[in-house]
């Protein structure tokens, strides 16, 4: 007599999401699934192009902008008009070259956009409508030279108001050349640096930007031409991520039906352009990473949830110019493990952390789901040990449950009012923090450093997009505190490297309810002498004419 063996169903898209987290976790004992070696003269090329395509060389108008700092977190009631001078602008700010950096016979550029390990998988794509001087249809930026490539030209509707998208893609390869099967975390968390890079932008124009989330992957990926397969025959392919609509004014924004790019004849669109192939010989392939992507495409299936309380407003920020704040900032390499930060630089960089209705918190249609677990080293009139940052008063009682019972829980009084700041252990945790990430200097010579802490299972088993977007959330935090940190005079560093359950047992997360999805450092930053650093865009005049051909 046969026995009837029962298939085993099909993971869940959930389920999926959830054991590549799993997977892909660092421990003490041994990290996740990696190259053995590294060639860096072989390292993939960081500029995707597509030959065949059309090229408009972009204006440098940054030096234009005297919006300071400050004002990029409220209308400043001096919005520029929507040009190919102001994308440019926008563009340049976000995820153009900030600097060119020299050491010996090694040359290599930073962008406005920061990235893990500086690989930068995240590409640019701007979908234009009855924008002066530019072209409709979709653009590729191209950072490397300042320019737009047109992918596809379409017609647009006579006499309509101009109107202007900004799309993410990655290309999980490049993270992945040296980060194997985790780089998928990071190229989520780079999204949400690029996502706050061009809210910030936006604000130096006057502008405002926001996420458009409820799209399919599909969706997304026919707007940004991704779905054209004979375009990337040979080449690494790209995901598609999420689409931000950019508005030139500080109005209120329109409906959501209207947010997406209005429809269009695909029959008549033009489509010129073939992707470059940047690793001519990969040596390791990681399905699990496609598999991830492909389980966590959508978007948002629920309302907009409920954003967290009324606070205050900002204390007033820093007087100088936006643009030299962004343009200046920089990942530091190593800290002075001498100085100490004032109190109140500490207070401000986390009340930046409280989601507010203005930039970049604006950009976001979603409560706090990630709050930062501070190991605080030397801070001016604040005791060393471990803190915590419950950004929405649900998550304060959910953290009292899940974290260690014998933390304090104590409120720092020297804290205004409404910054949910508690201290949770008073210790000298500076052995802990270094070991904690990787065994990384940087974690524990810095002024502070954090862990993000986020609500996990329960989001995404509900919609394992929100794996992606949880993500996102992260990388956001961090570039607030790349920026304020830069405002301040001092430096930040993101930390993707750290002891994923080692984190989660030294602070007592016994489930996955919670999860640690990023670690960041601040301080003041020590230079190495020996690295030339040189103009972003050698050889370009600033203020040249918007549009010439290339």
């Not at 647009?156 to 194997?180: C, M, N, Q, T, V």
């Not at 630089?345 to 930062?372: E, G, M, Q, S, Y």
């Not at 471990?386 to 959910?398: C, F, G, N, S, T």
């Amino acid at each position: 007599m046969l026995t009837r063996i029962a298939a085993t169903p099909d993971p869940t898209s959930a389920e999926i999401a959830l054991a590549y987290h799993a997977r892909t976790k660092h421990s003490l004992k041994r990290y996740a699934a990696g190259p053995e070696t590294l060639d860096w003269d072989l390292q993939p090329n960081p500029f995707r192009e597509f030959t065949g395509s059309a090229r408009t060389s972009l204006p440098l108008t940054t030096d234009e902008l005297s919006t300071s700092f400050a004002q990029v977190y409220g209308p400043t009631g001096v919005a520029r008009p929507l040009t190919i001078a102001s994308v440019a602008a926008l563009l340049e700010l976000s995820m153009g070259l900030s600097a060119w950096k020299e050491l010996g016979p090694d040359r290599w550029a930073l962008r406005c956009n920061p990235s893990s390990g500086n690989l930068h998988p995240t590409e640019c794509y701007v979908l234009s409508a009855s924008v002066p001087g530019l072209d409709d249809g979709l653009h590729h930026y191209v950072s490397r030279d300042h320019v737009l490539e047109q992918r596809c030209r379409r017609a647009g509707p006579s006499g309509a108001s101009a109107r202007l998208w900004i799309g993410f893609a990655s290309i999980h390869w490049r993270e992945a050349w040296k980060y194997g099967e985790r780089a998928f975390r990071y190229c989520q968390l780079d999204i949400g640096h690029a996502l706050g890079a061009v809210r910030y932008a936006a604000g130096a124009l006057g502008w405002r930007a926001r996420l458009v989330d409820d799209v399919a992957n599909t969706a997304l990926s026919a707007w940004m031409g991704l779905d054209r397969r004979a375009d990337f025959a040979g080449t690494e392919f790209e995901d598609a991520d999420l689409l931000i609509e950019i508005e030139p004014c500080a109005a209120t924004a329109p409906a959501r039906q209207e947010r997406t790019p209005p429809s269009f004849d695909a029959a008549a669109d033009h489509w010129t352009g073939r992707a470059n192939r940047l690793d001519a010989h990969p040596l390791y392939r990681w399905p699990v990473i496609d598999e991830v992507s492909t389980a966590t495409h959508g978007g948002a299936t629920e309302a907009a949830d409920v954003l967290s309380p009324h606070y205050p407003p900002l204390p007033e920020a820093s007087a100088a110019r936006a643009a030299d704040v962004i343009l200046g900032r920089r990942s530091a390499q190593r800290f002075d493990a001498k100085f100490t930060m004032s109190l109140d630089h500490f207070h401000r960089l986390l009340d930046c952390l409280l989601a507010r209705p203005v930039a970049p918190w604006d950009v976001w249609t979603f409560a706090p789901r990630v709050h930062p677990v501070l190991f605080v080293h030397r801070v001016e009139g604040l005791a060393p040990g471990v803190y915590a940052l419950p950004r929405h008063p649900e998550a304060d009682k959910a953290l009292r449950q899940a974290l260690r019972p014998d933390f304090e829980w104590q409120k720092v009084e020297s804290a205004p009012a409404h910054l949910p700041l508690f201290r949770l252990l008073a210790a000298d945790c500076r052995a802990v923090a270094k070991t904690a990430s990787c065994h990384q200097a940087i974690a524990s010579d810095g002024c502070f450093s954090l862990s993000m802490l986020s609500e996990f299972e329960p989001i995404v088993g509900a919609n394992a997009w929100r794996y992606r977007q949880l993500y996102w959330e992260a990388g956001l935090l961090g570039q607030v505190l790349y920026l304020e940190a830069e405002a301040a005079g001092l430096r930040g560093t993101g930390i993707g490297c750290y002891f994923d359950d080692d984190v989660h047992e030294m602070l007592g997360v016994g489930t996955t309810q919670f999860q640690a999805l990023y670690h960041f450092t601040v301080g003041r930053p020590l230079t190495d002498d020996r690295i030339t650093t040189l103009p972003a865009y050698p050889g370009r005049q600033r203020n040249e004419r918007a549009g010439a051909a290339t």
